[in-house]
Structures are given as C-alpha cells and as structure tokens.
C-alpha cells in the first residue's frame, strides 16, 4: 500500500513536472525568459515552448499597439498657458522586450511613455506663440512626433502615430482671440466695401466715356449730305401716309381755298 501511494505521489510529481516543462506565449506578446531570476538573452516568439521546470519563468509583454492619452499644461513662447491633450500610439520592439524588462520593467508606460509625452510636448508648444499653436497646429504635431520618437526609441519602443486633439487657452486668451477676429471680419468688410464701391465708380465712369465717344462717333458721321438724306426719307414717309384728299385751311399768311 506504502508502495503504491509513494508511486502515485511520484506520478503526479512527473506529471506536473511535464505540464510545467512547457509554456505558451499568446499571439501579440513576446516571452521573456527569467532564469533563477536572471533575464535571459533570447526573447520567446509566439507558440509553445519548452523550459527548466522550478529554474525557468517566462513573462509576456504585449507587444501589439498600445494607446496612450495625455493632458499637458505648458507655456507657449509667449507665456500663454495653454492645455494639450495628446493621444499616442506605439508599441515595443520584439526582439528587445527583454531589454526593456530588465531596465525598466512592467511598469514602462508610467515610467517612460508619460514622462517622455510631458517632456516632448512642452519642449515643443514653448517654440510657438499661442496663436501659431492653432495656426501651425499640423507642423507642432510632427515636431512633436519626431522629438516624442526619439525619447521613446532610448527604451526600445517604436512610435507609431500622435494626435493632438485639443488646444485649450485660458479664458482671457480667447476672449482676446475672439475680439481681434471681430476687428479683422470688420476690417475686410469695410475693404470690401470700398472695392466694390471703387468697381461701381469705374463701371459708371467707363459707361459715361462709351457713350461720350458714341456721341462723338455720331456727330462725326453727320454730315449735309446725311441730313439732306433724312429730309427726303422724311418727305417720302408723309407722302406713303397723305390719302390723295387736300386740306381745307393751311397754315402760313394766305390761307389754302378749298377748289371743291
């Protein structure tokens, strides 16, 4: 009887020897490999794999795309307050997971995302005026990326995309925004006035000019024999209208008898 339970307790001993001589790592994460709680060199792709039972451990780290979010409150170049909201997308480099676990562990994001987003965006918005924020928002976005890239690329992490979501100024900072873009709506539509009050002028001065030289075109085509020309249609035109009968009185000093 001894025998048997010492052999069964053998059994399940194998067999859960077995079952921890094997490890899977989940698709979108990397293994890394702890040996009596050194880091090992090789990082353990995706699938099952073998290790020393009680000696090996493996921790998966994600590897996929992570999305970070940040609210930052810095100084424009012309000490503007101003409030930055920044969405970041990156994931870690595979191959050197490990790396990273050793010199940063578990907790990267709050020890070198976070901080690194700060550093580069108040690095970047105190290089601009705050209007220039608004006005050059695309060219602060990719200077903010590639200076973001680089702190990030120390840690063996690859930026894939930022977005600047938002561009939030203190209450006084509009209200002065939003008055000189009254002054300038207000500023071109008196310009626009006076365009279109200049264009009328031209228009009516190059209508009195047309119909000057109208004028004078006509006055250069009269001549004695047009008029005697019209005359003659003049006559010609009474005489299709006369009906053949003659006026009883005429006007002049003698009167016209009628031969009735």
Known sequence: MSKTIV????????????????????????????????????????GLHFRIPLIQKVIPIEVRVQKAESSQVSASRDLQTVTTTLAVNYHLEGV?????????????KARVVDPAISEALKGITAQYTAEDLIAKRSEVSSKVKEALAAK?????????????TEFKF???????????????QQALKSKLDLDRI?????????????????????KQEVTPE??????IEAQLKA??????????VTGGATPFINVK
């Open 198 to 218: 200049k264009i009328e002028k031209e228009q009516e001065i190059t209508r009195a000019q047309a119909q000057a030289e109208a004028l004078r075109l006509q």
């Open 96 to 108: 050197n997971v490990n790396s990273l676990f050793q010199k940063v562990g578990m907790e990267y």
């Open 226 to 231: 047009l008029i005697k020309l019209r005359e």
């Open 7 to 46: 052999g069964l307790v053998v059994a399940v001993l194998i067999i859960l020897l077995g079952l921890q001589s094997f490890t899977i790592v989940e698709a979108g994460h990397r293994g890394v490999v702890l040996q009596l709680g050194a880091v090992q060199p090789q990082v353990l792709e995706e």
């Open 152 to 164: 990030l690329s120390l840690y063996n992490m690859v930026l894939d995309e930022i977005n600047i």
């Open 170 to 184: 203190s209450e006084e900072f509009d209200r002065a925004i939003e008055q000189k873009q009254i002054a300038e």
């Open 239 to 248: 005489i299709e209208k006369w009906n053949g009968s003659m006026p009883n």
